[in-house]
């Protein structure tokens, strides 16, 4: 009587339908350990490359147009004269980085708009890797009507090999420093969790040229002076940085 009582239960209990669903597993990965390390490389360089930043302003107080042809006039000229001072095969350039031609005015003790004059300005890049030159094409710029010589830009051409090879002396450095780390710990290293790069320069090179180097420029072109040498312009040195923090997984 008792095994038919048991298989009339089980069987009333499939024809209710009931849904019988088995707990649903989870399984959770242990925690991997990992290893920080911080490194970097860095080496020193000669530039090869120089950016010169060349204005030239002009102004009157009575034409936007007299001030603006004045500008032509002279942006022409050390346009056609810097041009034959670098190689264009070698990837030099000479190129217009900002004009801007705009009213001056100014304001007195009670705040009134006065106007002063009309003001234009060409801001001129010369890109050259003759980075010896350097000095007679500021010369030669400012003998010709140039005003200002707003920056230099020392750089070096090869720069992403640099960075790639300092990248690399720092991640040998990381890896034998998680070596070790691992090993003092009686672990040891089995891959990369991550890695983050970087790498930058020293160079904030920036060079206000002399404003009266204009009027010593001219005068000696007009004979008033003996031709003095180019003005000297040293691009020093570069140092280029990398920087490489790594995490390795541990076991």
Known sequence: MKKILTAAVVVGLIACGTNFTPAATTVTEPERGYISVRT????????????????????????????????????????????????????????????NATPIYTYSSNGKKNFDKYEVSNNIIVHTKNIEKTGSIIDKAISLGATNVNSLVFSVSNYDEQCNDLLAIAAKKAKTRADILAKSSSTYVTGVKTMNI??????????????????????????????????????????????????YFVK
């Open 198 to 247: 970087s790498c930058s320069t020293n160079n904030n090179n920036i060079v206000q040229y002399r404003l009266f180097a204009k009027n010593m420029a001219m005068d000696s072109v007009a004979g008033a002076a003996p031709e003095a040498a180019a003005t000297p312009i040293q691009g020093g040195i570069i140092k280029i940085y990398a920087n490489l923090d790594a995490s």
């Open 40 to 99: 970097s490389a860095n080496t020193e360089v000669s530039p090869d490359v120089v950016e010169i930043n060349i204005a030239v302003k002009t102004s009157d107080s009575k034409s936007m147009l007299k001030a603006t042809t004045e500008n032509k006039e002279i942006s022409d000229k050390v346009y056609t004269e810097i041009k034959g001072m670098i190689n264009s095969a070698n990837g030099d350039y000479v190129k217009t980085a900002d004009f």
